[in-house]
């Protein structure tokens, strides 16, 4: 069910897509950018629309583990880059990615029931199952990642992987000398 927002301000045709480069299997994308009208993954005609938020800590931040849990939590929540990226998606695809949900939305009503099930009977075994079905849905949610996925984010941008080929062929190409000039002004 989705219905139009009144308020919403009209909605640009044509989004901006300026600055986006190719390079290798990754899309670089500077903050905030709408991608096509036409399936990320397959160029097919679009079903559906989705906004997908996307976060980028330097892999250093999770040494922070080690000093404690907390200092993490504050150190990535400080230093992360956040950015939104909208893109389409043919049915099928959506349909792939609302299969996704569902699966990790099982595994998450498994876990409590488990863990329910342990306080109630007074018993290990359901923990023991809660905390396979954690490690089960980790695994699902690596093997099967969200669309797109941040890699690294270097000189205000984001290098992000998942679109398909044909979309990696509608942005320029750039080539790895290219993506870090010697420029002694930045
Ligand atoms: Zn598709």
């Known amino acids: ?29 500077p903050k905030n950018t709408s991608l096509p009208e036409r399936c990320l993954k ?6 559906k629309r989705y906004t997908q938020k996307l976060f980028w800590v330097s892999p250093w931040v999770y040494l922070c583990f080690l000093i404690n849990i907390l200092v993490l939590l504050i150190v990535y929540l400080v230093t992360r880059k956040t950015t939104a990226v909208s893109y389409s998606l043919c049915a099928r695809h959506a349909k792939e990615k609302r ?21 109630a009977l007074e018993s290990i075994v359901p923990l ?6 954690m490690v ?9 990642p969200l669309p797109l996925t941040v890699k690294k984010f270097e000189k205000n941008q984001f290098w ?18 290219e993506v870090a000039p010697k420029s002694p002004s930045s």
Do not use: H
């Open 42 to 47: 397959c160029s097919e005609p679009p079903a």
């Open 1 to 29: 069910m989705e219905f139009g927002n009144p308020y919403q301000a009209p909605q640009n045709p044509e989004p901006a897509q300026a600055n986006i480069y190719v390079n290798d299997r990754f899309l670089l994308m």
């Open 128 to 133: 023991w199952l809660a905390i396979a079905s």
């Open 160 to 177: 992000i992987k998942g679109a398909g080929d044909e979309m990696l062929t509608l942005f320029p190409k750039i080539t790895d000398a």
């Open 99 to 119: 299969m996704r949900n569902w699966t990790l939305a099982g595994f998450g009503a498994g876990i409590i029931l488990f863990l329910i099930a342990c306080a």
């Open 136 to 144: 089960a849905m980790i695994i699902f949610s690596l093997v099967k």
